[in-house]
């Protein structure tokens, strides 16, 4: 194969092209599949562009987090301006809602919560860097947008772009080629528009922009005009997201509020405490454990990438996320159940089978599959957070401790002897 040489890379194909840069992945001199980050020959000699680029490369230097794109080098070749970043193999977020919206589906609740805290975990990191002396760098994302999300096949969640996040709003409009901001002025935060101080609280309304994407499979504030779009971010003008997606429970639109609060103040305070908001509603409303093996099935079914009808781990993984789709259930719950039967030994399989059924199925019999379950040392936290789901477990007594903190297992032991069973413990013992 012909490789174009850029220094010590050899050039593979063009990932992608926005306004003012480009991506290509390529080869570096050690084998490695990286992506390369170039500034567009039209503003190469854009002092101010060279700047930007510089600090995006020093900020993603700065950041080392699973949720946030790694970087290796980056480097002047020729006068040439290149950032290496690891290659993700994958699609960003904006592809995924597209073809959600052509194909009329909608994403399964438990993996926009996946992904929204996967999201919120890496700018929750990146909010609170400090440098090596301990003072805070004041890391704001301030682009935060599903072509600034990226999922890989494996189904890692990465957040991409920190290309503008030390610019201030006034460089953005100065520097965006004309015409490159239509289609994003519907992320902005109010305080974005209104050319105010930013906090990191900013990025909190931007995820709260992406999170009611994701649940509805609509733009939130994509209007006919630029315009109409800033007019109704500022006003806080929007339908409840619960309007939109029958299978939402009404919850969701309270904690949609307060992220999207026009007021800052009125927001979550950190991005962590947004996560745990997310969290608190999971528990109440969708099964535990959905998480990258599965947002892999689902992306990998969606772009028809190394989909194996063969494969009975990953048919497993499509049965559980069908009973999540209105309408699906019981052909997702009559595939689990084919698996399961033929794969008895495999933790994996059987508890897909145990959480479609409670979900939508025969509880008791779901109940008996986990209990042949729960001795299974590695799916034991999710085995345990799912029966406490299911009302067979409370939950531990010190809820910011795992369940097997040895506090909790007494605390737990002695409310269990004054409280006795719950009531479908004994139903699970029966099972
Ligand atoms: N490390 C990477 N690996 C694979 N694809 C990438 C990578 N970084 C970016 N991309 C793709 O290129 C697009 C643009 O990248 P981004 O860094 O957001 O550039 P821009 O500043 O032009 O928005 C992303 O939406 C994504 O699809
Ligand atoms: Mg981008």
Known sequence: MEYRKLGRFRIDRAVAQGGMGEIVRSVDDAGREIALKTILKAFQENETFRDLFQREAEITFHLEHPN???????????????????????????????????????????????????????????HKKRDKHGKPLGIIHRDLN??????TYSGEVKILDFGISKATQKDIHQLTPHGELRGKMC??????????????????????IVLWEMITGKPLFLREHDSEAMEAIVNGDYTPASKLRVDLPKAFDDLLARALSVNPSQRFKDCAEFERALDTLAK????PGTA????????????KKDVDENDPHFMSGYAWLLTQIKGQEEG??????????????????????ARCLLWAGDKIEGLRVMRRLVRVESL??????ILEWSGVRRAPVIQFLPRSNLINNALGRIRHRILGPTPFQQQFLAA
Request: glycine fraction near 4%; include cysteine; charged fraction near 25%.
């Open 68 to 126: 946030i794109v790694k970087a290796y080098r980056f480097e002047s070749i020729g006068n040439q301006l290149v950032l290496a970043l690891e290659y993700l193999d994958g699609v960003n977020l904006k592809d995924v809602l597209r073809h959600i919206f052509d194909k009329k589906l909608s994403i399964p609740l438990v993996l926009v919560l996946f992904m929204m805290k996967s999201v919120l975990r890496g700018l929750d990191y990146a």
């Open 146 to 151: 599903p072509s600034n999300i990226f999922l």
């Open 187 to 208: 992320y902005l935060s109010p305080e974005q528009i209104r050319g105010r101080e930013l906090d990191h609280r900013s990025d909190i309304f931007a995820c709260g």
């Open 284 to 287: 109440k409303f969708l099964v």
């Open 292 to 303: 990258e093996d599965e947002l892999s099935i689902f992306i990998r079914t969606l772009f």
């Open 332 to 353: 997702g719950i009559q595939l689990a159940r084919r698996i399961a039967l033929q794969y008895a030994t495999s933790p994996y399989i059987q508890l897909n089978y």
């Open 380 to 385: 034991e936290e999710m085995a345990q957070d």
